[in-house]
């Protein structure tokens, strides 16, 4: 029915900022898999075609800087793979979160506690400093890598 989503009580700051978060998760989700393809060429096929979770994209990244040659541009994409393993958790907490009412009466979701809009933004500004990191690296040390 056209317009029935106009019936959920959420109020449209909210709204901005849970998008705002779950986008910036995707951008930084999609740095890590483009850094894994740089590292090794293949990764994007074998993510995109297992169809691969985010826990589990994390997990390829680790296991995928674990296994370069020792530099300081390793010890800096190993330090992001595992600083993405934690906005994983942040990232589910958001979205497996349970709708719920807030202390202000105002609707929230909730996970471990009542997620507010400083929450969503806080991690909505994790998930981009992660993604502008990998970028760095990306197109600076990844740019001229060369897979062993």
Not at 47 to 60: F, H, P, S
Request: glycine share 6%; with cysteine.
């Amino acid at each position: 029915m056209k317009d029935v989503r106009k019936r959920e009580p959420v109020k449209a700051d909210y709204v901005h900022a849970l998008g705002l978060a779950t986008y910036s998760f995707a951008s930084c989700e999609w740095q890590v898999v483009w850094c894994c393809e740089k590292i090794r060429p293949g990764s994007l096929n074998k993510i995109v075609g297992d169809e691969l979770t985010a826990g589990k994209i994390a997990k390829v990244f680790v296991d995928l800087t674990r296994n370069m040659p020792k530099s300081r541009e390793r010890e800096e994409l190993s330090r992001s793979a595992q600083t993405f393993i934690g906005l994983v958790e942040t990232r589910n907490a958001i979205l497996h979160g349970k709708p719920c009412t807030g202390p202000n009466g105002d609707a929230r979701l909730s996970a471990q506690r009542i997620l507010e809009i400083s929450d969503l933004e806080d991690a909505a500004d994790s998930f981009t400093a992660c993604g502008i990191e990998l970028n760095r690296l990306f197109y600076g040390f990844l740019s001229t890598y060369t897979p062993q």
